[in-house]
């Protein structure tokens, strides 16, 4: 059995209650797992948030859950000396709080800055995936406090191990977008759906007509010779989302009656390419 | 581990597992539900079958009730102002004084018996009129505890002058919308019943105006509708978003957003008419049958009516900004499909009805939604939010709920009755106090009928004395009333002769107090309640239909009272001995044995016992007790009693929905002529000269807006939503693990700044950066905040978020001075909104910004509470925008 959560970024609106219920559950209190949390300046359930768009006609906003992934060859436990942390059975990377005493060089080795330094214990600090809390016979619940936390099911556990897991039905059925600071290792906390980047516009008739172009055909052509194709909708918009970083694209708009127009654009961002007035023929 | 107690409360956040260890809260958790709990519904729809998790939600402040519980700011002991002298006269008591002085600790008999004696003298000499009280709304939660129940049985049977709220949440609806479409009973909104299976099955588009559900969470819902938007998302409805910030729900489920100016939504409104009413794509048939003058309305939005303007999309734009090509393709979309729309929390709220002119918004978005035939499958007023399937059968009382209230028989022997008739209104409370005279028109909340809107008060009422004496109950006006600066001229007024203040937290309020009584929180002492639950048959009846479940909680004593705090029950039980009438008051009963008769009088005795009801500690009500209702393959209930919202009144059968009146089982709305009033017959009626709500609902340019006077020095719209972090005014001061969100505050020398939100344009402009200290500020007031820059507001708006818990100005007890707490009500305006229309207006609210420096001193207002502002957290802030950590984990997003 290998404990997992699949971080479905699609679903998540950065309600918070996840970086609560574990506030909740480790400031202030400990296990053999881990010292108490301090009450302020530690994020063991991060939510990484960033803004989407060049443009208000097209903003949108990333909102990633990010703890620590538990990584299945952990660079903390490289770092660490004498064993002070380890990944156990089940695949959950544990700092051991007695052990790390002084040792920041735990904190500086995590690719993804899960790992906190507790100042006043001298101790690097992280995630548990609640561990202490489903190994003990006594609680009552069955999943992380961020996991029972969620109400988007933006974060789902399970055991990684079997085919029939919930946790693995999610991940077959979605994107898993690996976080670039890993590499290409494998992890207990798998993402999904973390987005790359948009290209968008609006086409318009002619200004004087004051209406939107709907159906109107664009075709984007990545210099790595992918095509995507869409007609605009009702509000005269295109979006083509997901896209591959860093690369150039053609955007070609037709409409039947109406000259032909065309941008080139680059997926360094994410970006709203034109507000596109078309001339008719 | 040790085995842990486990209870269960209620907060505004959800309903809670409460863990105890050894005396002391472990930790809050979502109900988790059991076998032996309830089967849920299920809602088949488009080829698939939709059930809610088998748990409950809290939302992020839930998780926060701990954390509050053992606040830093919680009131520790009875205290008095160090300087109060208690003259005999009332007079020379050092008011000028009250938001500056310090406290001495007390003992509660020193306490009381000053309360008490005050109590008699200032009745002896002036009358029972002479005190008024207050609370603020959702302080807490249970039908014992609650301000309509103890907090109205105490001063009702004490005599005293009321103070009416007013619909803070939802002016513009509650003023305006039942002149178009009745529904003053439910306070100008909709009937969301059932709806969310309607939607599911058959909507095609969204409108969600003015509108942030992940924010409000309909109400105090916890998250529990998140989910249902996400599956009617991803079975592909379209959302249209009109607010003029991006908000957190726009920003995530938008399919088009538009970002209005403020206060020009009306002007979009007529527009999208125009556009319908020119192409002939509203339903004729039924506006023909249902709809009252239209053809003179119609007329109006042609140009061909009194002020001559044709309501073009063009004439649109040059108001809103909003272009208007947008504008024609969103009525052609909401014409062209099937389409289900609202504004704001529960349909009729938002901030657009917060504005000048806020009613007849209200009053156009009705009126369009009954053009496309309201109440028709799929065609609704509903913003995905309540509407939820509920037992409607089994009945528990609600806090608004006649019979829910301990100040009320059945529940209590001899009821509760206030003898004094003169009244007050809250948002000119202090006016009133400080002039010695108020007038205004209205019973704050009307819903008893459209003439309760127009009646008219006077203070000092005829024959009565004026008020000396306050007594504050819960939370913080600094940062929900307008204008605030007048809150502490009358606190230090010498017209108020001894202020009480009783609150769990050391609030912005309390700090101007005499005498402070410390209660102690939900989870120190016993109540009962259902979670959402506003009232069946009170005002917003059946919010619980916000809720995935409907759960009814005993809300056990999870811990005993910290400190000397005691249960608002215990304190006004002492004071009423000490004035005579203890057991009158407490008729013998302890808390628990209150809590017992609200489940005496539900359904709840049929299902359980009261000792297994405790012993469980909540109760989930099946939405149907019938077998032939569960589907036999998954065991879920796929039939119940519906009773689908408004759609009695397209099909034209009798009404039978829940809380309707005897007219609509004849067909009619609640307007004089029982129809959609398209040129409002009561307003001709009651204020036919009324200028701000005209008998047609039209846009008007408000008397502080991007065309007044006031632009021109104060050139921006300042918006103030209701809060995504906090509720009220109820948890940003009390956990400081709120002030962590970077969206939130940030901590500048020990000061939690708020986050005012400034586009770039602006930004660049002013030369301001991400993460600058700004001051934004008007004639009335000056408050400082952090800047966030974000194309998710329009260039002619700043938005911040109202309700700050915090109001902590750099010089302490002094009007004007600068705010640094994030209460920017300081900035907003007094104004009511018309001559008739006692509604506040937060977001008509022209202001100017530039760049500051923060205040040097750390948390300088708070040097009077218990225990001093932690000053560790400046070293253990996270930074405001997290793209940079966001490059490294994720690979980089900004251009280069």
């Given at each position: 059995m290998r404990y997992g959560i699949a971080v479905n970024s699609a679903r998540?609106?950065?309600?918070?209650a996840c970086f609560m219920a574990c506030k909740d559950e480790h400031c202030g209190w400990g296990s053999a797992l881990s010292a108490p949390q301090p009450h302020?300046?530690?994020?063991?359930m991060n939510i990484v948030e960033w803004e989407r768009g060049d443009n208000e006609r097209r903003i949108k906003t990333a909102t990633v859950p990010t703890?620590?992934?538990?990584?299945?060859?952990p660079a903390c436990m490289k770092a660490?000396?004498?064993?002070a942390v380890y990944k156990r059975p089940d695949g959950v990377v544990i700092i051991d709080p007695e052990k790390a005493v002084g040792q920041k060089e735990i904190v500086d080795a995590c690719p993804i800055h899960a790992v906190y330094w507790n100042e006043e214990l001298q101790l690097p600090q992280k995630c548990t995936m609640c561990a202490e809390l489903l190994d003990d016979?006594?609680?009552?619940?069955?999943?992380p406090r961020c996991v029972e936390a969620?109400?988007?099911?933006a974060l789902v556990f399970g055991?990684?191990?079997?085919?029939?897991s919930e946790i693995n039905k999610v991940i077959a059925a979605n994107k898993v977008t690996q976080?670039?600071?890993?590499?290409?290792m494998g992890s207990s906390v798998v993402h999904l759906n973390v987005p790359t980047a948009f290209l968008a516009g609006t086409v318009f008739l002619p200004?004087?007509?004051?209406e939107v172009c709907i159906g109107a055909h664009v075709k984007a052509t990545c210099e790595c010779g992918t095509v995507y194709e869409m007609d605009t909708n009702w509000a005269g918009d295109w979006e083509f989302e997901d896209l591959p970083k860093n690369k150039k694209f053609t955007i070609e708009i037709t409409a039947d009656g109406f000259k032909p127009v065309s941008y080139e654009a680059f997926t360094d961002a994410d970006h709203y390419v034109a507000e596109t007035y078309l001339e008719r023929v | 581990m040790a085995k842990e107690k486990i209870t269960h409360s209620i907060c505004v956040g959800g309903p809670m597992t409460i863990h105890v260890k050894d005396g002391v809260i472990r930790r809050i958790r979502p109900i988790v539900l059991t076998d032996d709990d309830a089967q849920g519904w299920v809602i088949k729809a488009r080829g698939k079958e939709y059930t809610p998790q088998r748990k409950t939600t809290l939302s992020l402040l839930g998780y926060c009730e701990k954390d509050k519980t053992y606040?830093?700011?919680?009131?520790?002991y009875p205290m008095i102002?160090?300087?109060f002298i208690e003259t005999p006269d009332g007079?020379?008591?050092?008011?000028?004084?009250r938001g500056k002085s310090g406290y001495r600790r007390a003992s509660w008999d020193e306490a009381l018996s000053l309360v008490a004696r005050e109590i008699k003298r200032l009745h002896a000499t002036?009358?029972?009129?002479?005190l008024t009280a207050i609370t603020s709304s959702h302080h807490s939660w249970g039908l014992v505890g609650y301000k309509i129940s103890l907090f109205n049985r105490f001063f009702n049977m004490m005599g005293y002058t009321r103070v009416m709220d007013n619909p803070d949440s939802w002016e513009g609806f509650h003023w305006g919308a039942p002149h178009t479409y009745g529904y003053y009973w439910r306070l100008g909104g909709p009937e969301p019943f059932d709806m969310l299976e309607d939607a599911m099955k058959n909507v095609e588009t969204m409108i969600m105006w003015s509108h942030d559900p992940d924010t409000?969470?309909?109400?105090?819902?916890?998250?529990?509708s998140a989910l249902w938007r996400w599956w009617m998302k991803e079975m592909g409805i379209q959302f249209i978003y009109v607010d003029p910030f991006n908000n957190f729900s726009s920003v995530k489920h938008a399919d088009k957003w538009i970002g209005p100016r403020m206060g020009t939504d009306a002007a979009i409104l007529e527009a999208i008419a125009y556009v319908w009413i020119t192409e002939g794509t509203y339903d004729k048939e039924y506006i023909a049958k249902h709809g009252h003058r239209f053809d003179e309305w119609a007329q109006h939005i042609l140009?061909?009516?009194?002020?001559?303007?044709a309501k073009t999309p063009k004439w649109a734009e040059e108001l809103s900004g909003v272009k208007a090509a947008d504008i024609k393709a969103i009525a052609r979309r909401w014409a062209s499909t099937v389409t289900t729309g609202g504004s704001g929390m529960r349909g009729g709220?938002?901030?657009?009805?917060?504005?000048?002119g806020g009613t007849d918004y209200a009053r156009l978005l009705v009126s369009l939604l009954a053009m496309q035939g309201m109440g028709k499958p799929g065609q609704?007023?509903?913003?995905?939010?309540?509407?939820?399937?509920?037992?409607?059968?089994f009945w528990f009382g609600g806090y608004?709920?006649?019979?829910?209230?301990?100040?009320?028989?059945p529940v209590c022997d001899v009821p509760a009755a206030n003898t004094v008739s003169q009244v007050l209104y809250r948002t000119n409370l202090p006016d009133a106090i400080l002039d010695g005279h108020y007038e205004w028109y209205g019973?704050?909340?009307?819903?008893?009928?459209?003439?309760f809107e127009f009646t008219r008060h006077v203070y000092?009422?005829?024959g009565c004395n004026k008020v000396h004496a306050f007594w504050r109950y819960g939370g913080?006006?600094?940062?929900?009333?307008?204008?605030?600066?007048k809150w502490t001229k009358m606190y230090q007024?010498?017209?108020?002769?001894f202020v009480i203040n009783q609150d769990i937290y050391f609030t912005p309020e309390t700090r101007h107090a005499d005498v402070i009584l410390p209660a102690c929180s939900n989870l120190e002492r016993v109540d009962i309640g259902e979670v959402g639950n506003s009232g069946n048959g009170g005002y917003?009846?059946?919010?619980?239909?916000?809720?995935?479940w409907q759960v009814i909680v005993?809300?056990?004593?999870?811990?005993?009272?910290?400190?000397?705090s005691r249960s608002d029950f215990w304190i006004f039980s002492q004071v009423a001995a000490r004035l005579g009438w203890g057991e009158a008051f407490t008729e013998g009963r302890s808390e628990e044995e209150w809590a017992k008769r609200f489940w005496q009088f539900s359904d709840l005795p049929k299902v359980m016992s009261w000792e297994q009801f405790k012993e469980k500690g909540y109760y989930i009500v099946p939405?149907?007790?019938?077998?032939?209702?569960?589907?036999?393959?998954?065991?879920?209930?796929?039939n119940w009693d519906r009773y689908p919202g408004f759609q009695w009144f397209a099909e034209e059968k009798p009404c039978n929905t829940p809380?309707?009146?005897?007219?609509q089982e004849e067909?009619?709305?609640?307007?004089l002529t029982g129809k959609f009033e398209f040129v409002s017959e009561s307003m001709l009626y009651w204020?036919?000269?009324d200028e701000i709500r005209t008998p047609i609902a039209r846009y008007k340019d408000s008397?502080?807006?991007?065309?007044?006077?006031?632009a021109d020095k104060f050139p921006y719209g300042m918006i103030s939503p209701h809060p995504r972090f906090d509720y009220h005014t109820h948890y940003q001061q009390h956990?400081?693990?709120?002030?962590?969100?970077p969206e939130n505050r940030k901590v500048i020398n020990g000061n939690p700044y708020l986050i005012c939100r400034i586009n770039p344009k602006v930004a660049e402009e002013k030369g301001i950066c991400e993460g600058d200290v700004v001051k934004l500020f008007n004639d009335r007031g000056q408050a400082l905040c952090v800047a966030h820059i974000t194309?998710?507001?329009?260039?002619?708006t700043i938005h911040v978020y109202t309700s700050s818990g915090i109001y902590n100005p750099v010089?302490?007890?002094?009007?004007g001075a600068v705010e640094k707490?994030?209460?920017?009500?300081?900035?907003?305006?007094?104004?009511?909104?018309g001559d008739y229309i006692p509604a506040m207006v937060p977001n008509s609210c022209n202001i100017d910004v530039v760049k500051a420096e923060a205040?040097?001193?750390?948390?300088?207002?708070?040097?009077?509470?218990?225990e001093a502002v932690d000053k560790q957290q400046e070293a253990t802030q996270r930074p405001m925008n997290t793209s940079i950590e966001a490059d490294i984990i994720f690979g980089e997003k900004e251009a280069k």
């Open positions: 998540c609106m950065a309600c918070y302020m300046g530690q994020f063991w703890p620590c992934s538990h990584c299945d060859d660490a000396k004498n064993g016979p006594d609680y009552p619940g069955k999943e969620c109400p988007n099911q055991d990684l191990d079997d085919p029939n976080l670039e600071a890993l590499g290409n200004a004087e007509e004051e | 606040a830093y700011d919680r009131i520790k102002r160090e300087d007079q020379n008591r050092n008011t000028e004084n002036y009358g029972k009129e002479t409000t969470r309909g109400g105090y819902s916890a998250q529990e140009g061909l009516g009194v002020d001559g303007t709220f938002g901030g657009a009805c917060r504005t000048v609704n007023m509903w913003t995905g939010t309540c509407g939820g399937p509920m037992n409607y059968n608004s709920d006649p019979l829910a209230s301990i100040a009320k028989a019973e704050g909340f009307c819903g008893g009928g459209l003439d000092p009422a005829p913080s006006f600094y940062g929900t009333m307008l204008d605030t600066n007024s010498s017209e108020l002769e917003c009846s059946h919010s619980q239909t916000g809720n995935s005993y809300q056990d004593k999870a811990i005993e009272p910290l400190w000397d939405v149907s007790f019938k077998e032939e209702n569960v589907d036999p393959k998954t065991g879920l209930i796929e809380n309707h009146k005897d007219f067909g009619l709305l609640g307007t204020a036919p000269d008397w502080e807006g991007h065309k007044s006077l006031s956990s400081k693990w709120l002030w962590e969100i194309r998710r507001v329009n260039p002619e010089e302490l007890g002094k009007a707490g994030g209460s920017i009500n300081v900035l907003t305006p007094g104004r009511l909104m205040d040097p001193n750390p948390g300088q207002g708070w040097e009077y509470m218990l």
